[in-house]
């Protein structure tokens, strides 16, 4: 019998060039393809702060995040040294029948950034957070009907599926859970129409939703929570993606002066490193879910409190105050979003700029020109939004610049990386879009030549 190897790194090292043939045999084959495809799969082995480095020990730009897990960047200090101490303290974690000083701790500093909600709930992931907002909506207000907005995305849980409007994750596991009704974003008079029977637990929005960063109009947010007051809803904003100093505050709904009934956070809560979520509530809300002692455990989850996942939500927001990455995220964001803007007056195929801080989503649409539109309309017949991939797929390659499209089917371009980029990364991200989308409006040319082996690779699969 080999004997235990607890380092590893070094694992890593003997097993990386393994890492497609593991997956294809007892992972996800499909994804494997997707990243040879794309040319995705150059072997990531390093990431520090906003930056990977790939087998050859080429440096990557990070717009992705992780899916915006790596607000503080990778392998903080603050937070490895959190984490170690936690592991070298011999801790009482997860006794059960006790309570997590840590979990007190971490639940003290999260509701002082939010001081009109009283009680925090821990969970495990973003998803988990969802859940349990639909089973506190409905204990707390004896309703069984949930309101969310088309397009908008909240997990793929069963429940928070039921929230998301994407056929994409829906198709083949409907049908899902009954009383979900959505309702267009952006529109007051339908979301009314949806409250008004007072059957309503729960209104679920984004405040800026992440599939394609559609923005509220400045009326909608505090609209919303007019009417939720006005017919007894509760106001749930899912922070998941959007919180934690994302879009400049630390969450998005202070950009439209609202205080939901509850807030949904996650994602850059963990630092990237222990999967966390928490769930800010109101007292009254929380006491009508935990009314007695034999409901003290009527929700919970076995690991969401442990004092791995606590010290790493208190680490990541002890980097965001010392370093100031939330106003660092508004300073940036808005200096990015103004370099990107100005190119688009230049561009036919480049629409529109949007977003808050550091969460910014590029559209691109049908050009006027008949040479570009053609080529526009080979690419949308065989898959809806393949342009952008003629994007993204050579700011990888030729910029090293990792990002991806905003969702399945979209024409947007999402930007969510580290909140601790600099002015030269800002640079390094307006001089490589500048040159890509360039390139993408030269036909016959090296982009359209790509997007005819896409073309080809969507015609193959769909036969």
């Not at 607890?6 to 997956?23: G, I, V």
Request: hydrophobic residues 40%; glycine residues 10%.
């Amino acid at each position: 019998m080999n004997s235990p190897n607890p380092d590893m790194s070094q694992l890593f090292a003997d097993r990386q060039a393994q890492r497609s043939t593991l997956h294809n045999r007892y992972l996800n084959e499909q994804f494997v393809r997707v990243l040879k495809t794309i040319g995705y799969d150059v072997g990531f082995q390093k990431g520090q702060g906003q930056y990977l480095y790939d087998r050859e020990g080429a440096r990557y730009l990070d717009l992705l995040s992780g899916f915006g897990v790596f607000a503080i960047g990778r392998n903080h200090p603050v937070m490895r040294e959190a984490l170690k101490s936690v592991l070298d303290a011999d801790l009482p974690n997860l006794v059960q029948f006790d309570v997590s000083t840590l979990a007190g701790v971490l639940a003290e500093r999260l509701l002082k950034y939010v001081p009109y909600l009283d009680k925090a709930f821990f969970a495990n992931s973003g998803a988990e957070c969802v859940e349990a907002a639909i089973k506190f909506a409905r204990g707390a207000t004896g309703r069984p009907g949930i309101v969310y907005c088309a397009h908008g995305y909240h997990g793929l849980t069963y429940g928070a599926l039921s929230l998301t409007g994407d056929s994409n994750f829906r198709t083949g596991f409907e049908p899902l859970l009954p009383g979900c009704t959505s309702v267009p974003f952006n529109d007051l008079a339908a979301l009314e129409k949806a409250l008004a029977s007072r059957e309503v637990a729960a209104f679920v929005v984004e405040p800026i939703q992440g599939k394609g960063v559609n923005m509220p109009s400045d009326e909608f947010l505090p609209g919303a929570a007019a009417l939720c007051k006005k017919y007894g809803t509760l106001f749930v904003a899912d922070e998941i993606q959007t919180g934690m100093g994302r879009t400049g505050r630390f969450l998005a709904v202070e950009h439209w002066n609202v205080e939901p009934d509850m807030v949904l956070l996650s994602k850059s809560l963990s630092g990237g490193h222990v999967p966390v979520g928490a769930v800010l509530t109101r007292k009254s809300i929380f006491d009508k879910i935990f009314n007695q002692m034999d409901r003290a455990v009527v929700h919970g989850s076995t690991f969401s409190k442990n004092d791995l996942a606590m010290a790493a939500g208190i680490a990541t927001l002890d980097v965001m105050e010392s370093e100031k990455l939330i106003e660092a995220a508004a300073k940036r964001g808005a200096e990015l979003r103004l370099a990107l803007t100005r190119m688009v007056p230049g561009y036919e195929l480049m629409k529109e700029v949007r977003g808050k801080g550091l969460m910014i989503g590029i559209e691109f649409g049908p050009p006027k020109s008949l040479r570009l539109r053609a080529s526009w309309n080979v690419l949308e017949a065989a898959n809806k939004g393949l342009f952008c991939q003629l994007i993204t797929v050579p700011l990888f390659k030729d910029h090293k610049i990792l990002t991806q499209v905003a969702g399945h089917g979209s024409h947007t371009i999402k930007l969510l990386p580290p909140l601790t980029i600099t002015e030269e990364d800002c640079n390094w991200i307006e001089r490589a879009f500048d040159d890509v989308i360039a390139g993408s409006h030269k036909v016959p040319g090296a982009i359209w030549s790509l997007g005819k082996t896409l073309v080809d690779n969507a015609v193959r699969r769909s036969a």
